[in-house]
C-alpha cells in the first residue's frame, strides 16, 4: 500500500483537507480490498465516505499543537516534529494499524456494525471512529498492538444517547441538548485546555493524540464516558421534562431512582430552567453553568479521581465555580469548614 507520498503531500499543503486523502482503495492489496467491499456494500454511500475518512485520520495522521501554543496542525506521524516522541510511528507501523482496523470493521457483528453505523452519523469530533489506544503508557502508543476498535457497553451508550437527543419526537429539549454537546460539552470533553507552560504545552488538540504524560491527556473511551455523564446530568437537573426522563429511563440510560443534579460545591439542587436558558441565550463572556474537574488534573491517575474521567468531572454551578478556583474537593469542603467555625454568627 504505497499512499504515503499522496499523505505527505496532503499534510504540506497550505491548508489540510482529507478528501486528497481517502481515495485509496486502488492501492489496497487483495485482501485489504476485498474487506473494503465488504464494508461498502453495508453502508451507504455518505457513511462509506466517512468511514473512508476516519480510517485514514486515526491509522495515519496526529493532528499537533503548533510552536506557538496557539492552534493545531494535521500531521503524519511519522513527522519529524514526533522525532523521539512515544506518538511516532513509521509509515509501515501505520499501515499495520489500517489492516487492522479494516479487517476489524470487516468482521465485525450485524449489531456492532449497526451501532457504528449510528456513530457515523452522530459524530462529534470530526472523523470520528470508536479507535482508542489499549495502554497510555506503552513505549511507542501508535502500533497496531497497542490499538483496538472499541464498541462495548460503554462506547454504546454513548451512541444510543447521541442518537437519542437529536431525536425530537423523544426528546422535546433536544435543542438544549444539541446546543450543549455542539458547544460546551464537545469543548470540555474531547479537547485539551491551553497551557503555554511546561514540558507539555497543549491548546485545543484531541486528548487522546497530547502526549500521553499530559495532564491534558486521556483516552478517547474515557472522554465518551464523561460525555454520556454529562449529557444524563442534565436529565436529572430539576425541573427537566419528564418525558424525557421517561424515555431514557425506558432505554436504560437513566436509572429509575435517582436524586437530582447538585452542584458539587454549593450543594445546590441545579435547575433545568435556569441552565436551559443559559444555553439558548448566552452572554458572551460569562456562563451561570460551568464543567468542571472536581480534583486538579494529574498526569499519572490510577483510580480516576485525579484525572481526566467521569469520576472527576461534573456540571458546577457559577457560584460553586467561583468558590473551588483550583482547590480540589476536599480543599474546599476544609475552607468551608474553617469558614463555618470562625464565622459564629452563620451558625443557626
Not at 38 to 53: D, G, S
Not at 54 to 77: C, G
Not at 215 to 230: D, F, G, P, S, W
Amino acid at each position: 500500500m504505497d499512499f504515503k507520498p499522496i499523505l505527505d503531500a496532503a499534510v504540506s499543503s497550505a491548508r489540510f483537507k482529507i478528501g486528497a486523502c481517502i481515495e485509496f482503495e486502488g492501492y489496497l492489496e487483495p485482501t485489504q480490498r476485498h474487506e473494503c467491499n465488504v464494508i461498502k456494500q453495508k453502508l451507504t454511500a455518505k457513511e462509506f465516505k466517512a468511514f473512508k475518512r476516519s480510517i485514514i485520520r486515526n491509522s495515519f495522521l496526529i493532528e499537533l499543537v503548533n510552536d506557538k501554543v496557539t492552534s493545531t496542525k494535521v500531521e503524519t506521524h511519522w513527522s519529524r516534529r514526533l522525532d523521539d516522541d512515544v506518538r511516532y510511528s513509521s509509515y509501515e507501523t501505520c499501515v499495520e494499524i489500517f489492516k487492522k482496523l479494516l479487517n476489524k470493521i470487516a468482521n465485525l457483528s450485524t449489531e456492532d456494525f449497526s451501532m457504528l453505523k449510528e456513530f457515523f452519523k452522530h459524530t462529534v469530533v470530526p472523523y470520528e471512529m470508536p479507535f482508542d489506544y489499549i495502554d497510555r503508557s506503552a513505549s511507542s502508543i501508535h502500533t497496531a498492538q497497542n490499538v483496538d476498535l472499541y464498541l462495548n457497553d460503554e462506547i454504546k451508550d454513548c451512541i444510543t444517547m447521541r442518537k437519542f437527543i437529536h431525536d425530537t419526537q423523544r426528546n422535546p429539549a433536544s435543542e438544549v441538548f444539541q446546543t450543549i454537546l455542539s458547544d460546551k460539552i464537545k469543548v470540555k470533553t474531547y479537547l485539551t485546555d491551553r497551557a503555554q507552560t511546561g514540558d507539555y504545552k497543549t491548546n485545543r488538540e484531541k486528548r487522546w493524540e497530547a502526549h500521553p504524560r499530559s495532564v491534558q491527556y486521556a483516552l478517547r473511551r474515557n472522554c465518551m464516558k464523561i460525555e454520556t455523564k454529562l449529557l444524563l446530568q442534565i436529565a436529572m437537573f430539576e425541573g427537566c421534562d419528564m418525558g424525557l426522563v421517561y424515555n431514557l429511563q425506558r432505554d436504560g440510560l437513566l436509572s429509575d431512582s435517582f436524586e437530582y443534579c447538585k452542584c458539587p460545591i454549593t450543594g445546590d439542587n441545579i435547575q433545568y430552567d435556569e441552565f436551559a436558558k443559559d444555553a439558548l441565550h448566552p452572554t458572551h463572556g460569562k456562563s451561570k453553568f460551568q464543567v468542571g474537574h472536581l480534583n486538579p488534573l494529574k498526569a499519572l491517575d490510577t483510580d480516576g479521581a485525579n484525572g481526566h474521567t467521569a469520576d472527576n468531572i461534573s456540571w458546577i454551578s457559577e457560584n460553586g465555580n467561583r468558590i473551588q478556583g483550583s482547590l480540589s474537593m476536599d480543599e474546599v469542603d476544609a475552607l468551608l469548614k474553617r469558614i463555618y467555625r470562625n464565622r459564629p454568627e452563620l451558625h443557626e
